[in-house]
């Protein structure tokens, strides 16, 4: 038999996690841009601000984080 695993209070699926998601989209982002001149150019050219701005939104977004993540 199946046992399905339920989350135990405080704690949700990864996949239901914003931070994993908005890694998810800049991951994604990156590799188009690698396909596309003008998005490999824009990422060369702004390096330090994207970097910046992806670990500003990743520790905004741990901090409004409550929950722990379990990934079964």
Do not use: C
């Not at 601000?49 to 993540?69: F, H, T, Y």
């Amino acid at each position: 038999m199946s046992e399905e695993i339920k989350p135990v209070e405080g704690e949700k699926h990864f996949l239901k996690s914003k931070t994993f998601w908005v890694n998810v989209m800049a991951v994604l982002g990156i590799v188009l841009a690698q396909y596309y001149p003008a998005g490999a150019e824009f990422i060369q050219a702004n390096f330090s601000e994207i970097g910046g701005a992806w670990a500003v939104i990743n520790v905004l977004l741990r901090m409004v984080s409550k929950d722990k993540l379990f990934l079964s």
